[in-house]
Each structure stands twice: as C-alpha cells, then as structure tokens.
C-alpha cells in the first residue's frame, strides 16, 4: 500500500505571500497525484490532477509539480479563500487504489 | 449544473444497517465512474468504493471489503452504499463524488455536501 505523507501539518503565512506544500510517496507513483483544498464544513474541491494539470476553473495562482514520489502544490500569492486544508491524492488502475494523504493546513498568520 | 446530493445519514445503533443515497444531475450519470469517499470528524479523507459506470463493475478499499455494498440505478441518476454491521469507527461524513472521466480517472472532479453517520447507543 502506498503511503502520501504531506508537509508541514500546518503553514502560517499571510495573505499575499506564497505557499509551497510537500506530498511524498511512499513509492513511485509516475504523476498519478491530485490536490484537493477542503474549507471547513465543505466537500474538498480538486485543484490539480495528473501532478500538474489544473481542474477546470482553477486560478492559475495554483500549480502543481513533481513525479516519481515528490510532488509540490504552490500558490503563488495567498488570497483569503484559500486558508484552507489540503490534501493529496494517488490513484492506481488496477486494482484500484485509492489512498489520500494526512492532509496540510493552510492558516492565517 | 453537476449536482449530488447524498441522504440517509444518522444516529444509528452499533450492529445495525444503513443505506446512503446519492442523487446526481447535470450530466449524464450513466456515463461516469461514481465513488464513495468518507470523512471521520476532524480526520482526513478515505476512499469507500467506486461503481463503473457500465457492467456492474464496482470494486472497494480493502478495509471496506466485507460489510459495505455499493451499487448504482442509471435509470434514477442514483447511487447507493448499504453499510452493515455498523462500528463506532464508521462514523464519518460520506461524500458521493464523480469520477473525473468517463474513462474513470479516479480522481474525483465534484462532490456533495456529504451525509454525516453517527455510530452510537
């Protein structure tokens, strides 16, 4: 079973500044990984799957990066609605796998 | 506009029974790969199950194997979990959630605002 383990648990930034979240595979998982931002009270939302391709209605502000088992959620330049938990995701195809990772919070500082 | 609205959840007796349910529209259900997807209060998120969305291929976490029964009624845009001999630990938000793409990507492009379950006496 692959493990995603996510860094930091939490980042205290402030709102204009940058984010840079860590999600590592416990094996290789090619660029089978997604990131989910879940706001309290609410359904996560996808923001990013395949490691770097943005779901439809994402800002660009968001972008995603690595493969093998070291990936990298950024965002470029806080805004309010984007203090936040976020999560990453590895899938397989056969069997299907579906395994999340701890999660890390974004608060404000 | 993609909408999923899950129903059935609550306060329930360990040992016994539930059904969710999940009712889609917006898009042509039949067409996508539908999952279950749990949340324990104040944990992260766990992958149920996922139901193809032809040949009744449908296929579970290993630690839902056993007690957990997904199905699907394309002729009622509906999805259904039934799960059985209910456990403290059951006790999460579950969300219904589409499969990204029809090929089923698994990876999960919406949700609903997810049905709580309290497993308790």
């Known amino acids: 079973e692959i493990v995603l383990t996510q860094s930091p648990a939490t980042l205290s930034l402030s709102p204009g500044e940058g984010a840079t979240l860590s999600c590592r595979a416990s094996q290789n998982v090619g660029s089978y990984l997604a990131w989910y931002q879940q706001k309290p009270g609410q359904a996560p939302r996808l923001l990013i799957y395949?490691?770097?391709r943005r779901a439809n209605g994402i800002p660009d502000r968001f972008s995603g990066s690595g493969s093998g088992t070291d990936f990298t959620l950024a965002i470029s330049s806080l805004e309010p609605e984007d203090f936040a938990i976020y999560y990453c995701q590895h899938r397989t195809n056969w069997p299907p796998e579906l395994t999340f990772g701890g999660g890390t919070k974004v608060e404000i500082k | 506009q993609v909408r999923l609205v899950e129903s059935g959840g609550g306060v329930v007796p360990p040992g016994t029974s539930l059904r969710l349910s999940c009712t889609a529209s917006?898009?042509?259900?039949?067409?996508?790969?539908m999952h279950w997807v749990r949340q324990a209060p104040g944990k992260g998120l766990e992958w149920v199950a996922v139901?193809?969305?032809?040949?009744?291929?449908?296929y579970y976490a290993d630690a839902m194997k056993g007690r957990f029964v997904i199905s699907r009624d394309n002729s009622n845009n509906a999805l259904y979990l039934e799960i059985n001999s209910l456990r403290a630990e059951d006790t999460a938000v579950y969300y219904c959630?589409?499969?990204?793409?029809?090929?089923?990507?698994?990876?999960?492009?919406?949700w609903g605002q997810g049905t709580m379950v309290t497993v308790s006496s």
């Open positions: 139901y193809w969305y032809a040949a009744s291929v449908h």
């Open positions: 917006g898009f042509d259900f039949s067409k996508y790969g």
């Open positions: 395949d490691a770097a």
């Open positions: 959630a589409r499969d990204l793409s029809s090929n089923t990507y698994y990876y999960f492009d919406y």
